[in-house]
């Protein structure tokens, strides 16, 4: 069997918040998804026209009418809601270190960073709107040119 990762899904009762976070943020856009019964996005990274781009899929809940995703995924209490629950996080590869900290500033949004050693990774670890961790790795030269930069306008 070969396997690969398709796409991660996230249940929301926000799912404006999401888009801003994973659109508005990470660059992820918003396109096609099929007519399920119950609210929600798919996200895409790359050409919309190929569903396998969808990477991101937000599942939303109509507090007014749950029973079409209680049909089709189940049922799940707000309360298991909340984070990443066993899976520790989501992770994506991503470029522009500078740029994307500097949107995360402007929306004050916390983030943690790490450069992992010996494989030339920096991580940016944030928080989405429902608690689940997403680790952004950029190329660890991009830390190294934002390092000097930083010193160099000292």
């Not at 909340?82 to 270190?97: E, N, Q, R, S």
């Amino acid at each position: 069997m070969a396997l690969t990762l398709n796409h991660i899904s996230i249940r929301t009762l926000d799912l404006a918040a999401c888009e801003r976070f994973y659109c508005g943020l990470l660059g992820l856009q918003v396109g096609p998804r099929p007519a399920f019964p119950f609210p929600g996005l798919w996200l895409y990274a790359g050409d919309m026209a190929v569903w396998a781009h969808a990477c991101v899929h937000i599942i939303g809940i109509d507090a007014n009418d749950p029973e079409g995703l209680k049909r089709y995924l189940g049922d799940k209490s707000v309360a298991e809601m909340k984070g990443t629950g066993t899976i520790d996080h989501v992770a994506f590869f991503a470029t522009d270190l500078p740029a994307t900290l500097a949107r995360l500033k402007a929306a004050d949004i916390a983030c943690r960073e790490r450069t992992v050693p010996g494989i030339g990774l920096h991580q940016v670890f944030v928080d989405d709107p429902n608690g689940v961790v997403v680790e952004l790795n950029f190329p660890a030269a991009e830390q190294a040119l934002r390092l000097a930069a930083e010193a160099a306008a000292r």
